[in-house]
């Protein structure tokens, strides 16, 4: 049995990380207050955006040249991976790197083989976590979240639009985690590029019945609005990727917040345990002695 210092010695520690998981639960309280509020904001703009670009693309009728949506033999891919800076937050990372990993293994499994997989990471905990299994990984955007904005985001939209336009990769795919609620985030794997256009028969009706006028023109408009909407999916991304951090290591602080509790309950009961132990021994040995001299 432990002693009572080593047990007091328990106590004091577990107490500590207690109060620091619970601080930590409530400052992740507060910034995904904050995360949630700009990606609820942000799913309307980007949803719509993305809904007309898409339709007037297809409205188009091939008469648009896009380099965005260029279709190749798929020889070389690249992901990105959009992880967190810090850890401490569950299963958040690591359910992003088992992503990774499925989709490698299985659609791009020649690919990979062949060593044709790059990845491209968001977040330090997948920029370490990718170099560590060996992969290819571009680009070092680990302090992204940091200072968080579209400005910040961009860099790392531009150079996968530019890889790919220059034939460096003939598919990208963007895997993330999207925020539901606190206690779940789903991870989501959506290919970025080349742009996935509708058939005519899958354009929005509503879209196709409103009369437009274009200035200066249709394929000039849609021709700007594509780098656009680009960047808008990939910030969409690592906006839906912050909140849910937050909500993932507030789940995660407070089920620790949880557990020192009950182990805490469990060493004082072992503590008071011990100490009455203790307590009868000694009281033994003072009747024991007291005996012997009695009977002396």
């Keep these: 049995m432990a002693s009572l210092k080593e047990v007091r010695g328990r106590i004091t520690s577990i107490s500590s990380t207690q109060q620091i998981t619970k601080a930590m639960k409530m400052v992740s309280a507060a910034k995904l207050r904050r995360a ?31 380099a965005y949506a260029e279709k190749r033999e798929v020889n070389s891919v690249l992901i990105i991976a959009i992880t967190s800076d810090r850890g401490l937050a569950g299963a958040f990372n690591s359910n992003i790197v088992k992503g990774v990993m499925a989709l ?42 940091a200072n968080l904005s579209f400005e910040t985001v961009r860099a790392a939209a531009e150079r996968a639009m530019a890889d790919f336009v220059a034939g460096e990769y003939d598919q990208v795919d963007i895997v993330y985690n999207e925020f539901k609620n606190v206690a779940t985030q789903i991870v989501r794997q959506e290919q970025f590029l080349p742009i996935e256009e509708k058939p005519a028969e899958e354009v929005d009706a509503e879209v196709m019945l409103i009369d437009y006028t274009f200035e200066p ?34 789940t995660a602080m407070d089920k620790a917040t949880e557990n020192a509790g009950e182990l805490l309950k469990q060493l004082k009961l072992t503590y008071n345990r011990t100490r009455q132990a203790a307590i009868t021994k000694e009281i033994l040995e003072i009747v024991g002695g007291a005996e012997a001299l009695a009977s002396e």
């Design 36 to 66: 949630q509020d700009s990606i609820l904001r942000m799913r309307p703009y980007a949803q719509r955006l993305s809904g007309i670009l898409t339709n007037l693309s297809s409205m188009a009728e091939g008469s648009v040249s896009n």
């Design 104 to 145: 490698v293994n299985g659609k791009y499994k020649s690919q990979y083989e062949a060593g044709n997989v790059t990845i491209l990471t968001i977040g330090r905990k997948g920029f370490d976590a990718f170099r560590k299994r060996g992969f290819n990984v571009i680009g070092d955007y680990s302090n992204t979240f």
């Design 217 to 250: 023109s249709k394929e000039q408009i849609i021709e700007e609005l594509i780098p656009k909407s680009l960047k808008i999916q990939v910030y969409k991304a690592v906006l839906e990727s912050n909140a849910s951090e937050h909500g993932a290591r507030m």
